[in-house]
């Protein structure tokens, strides 16, 4: 599985931008696909996290409510829809499918795309 992030930019603090992860490959659907985000001089963190068929995600506590994932099967493609972002928000966002359950760590995805940037003016 190849991955393409897209989406990125520069947004003010409150505004709200929305990430694209395009997919090759005939199995989509059968992966968890997840968004990672690693801002300057800190570890890469799990941000969110989608199950195959949709029906079950997951956020991490510094994004809930605020961020949204989301897939559609038939264009092989995973969003991030990202609203009252802080400054806080500004990293490199990368895209990740795993073959297995889902999950929140970093080292359960076998597949990463090859980031966005993200910047959030205060």
């Known amino acids: 599985v190849q991955l393409q992030a897209s989406g990125g930019g520069l947004a003010q603090a409150g505004g709200s931008l929305r990430l694209s992860c395009a997919a090759s490959g005939r199995t989509f659907s059968r992966y968890v696909m997840g968004w990672f985000r690693q801002a300057p001089g800190k570890e890469r963190e799990f941000v969110a996290a989608i199950s195959w068929s949709g029906g079950s995600t997951y956020y991490a506590d510094s994004v809930k409510g605020r961020f949204t994932i989301s897939r559609d099967n038939a264009k092989n493609t995973v969003y991030l829809q990202m609203n009252s972002l802080k400054p806080e928000d500004t990293a490199v966002y990368y895209c990740?499918?795993?073959?297995?359950?889902?999950?929140?760590?970093?080292?359960?995805?076998?597949?990463w795309g090859q980031g966005t940037q993200v910047t959030v003016s205060s």
């Open positions: 990740a499918a795993d073959s297995n359950t889902i999950g929140t760590i970093e080292l359960e995805y076998d597949y």
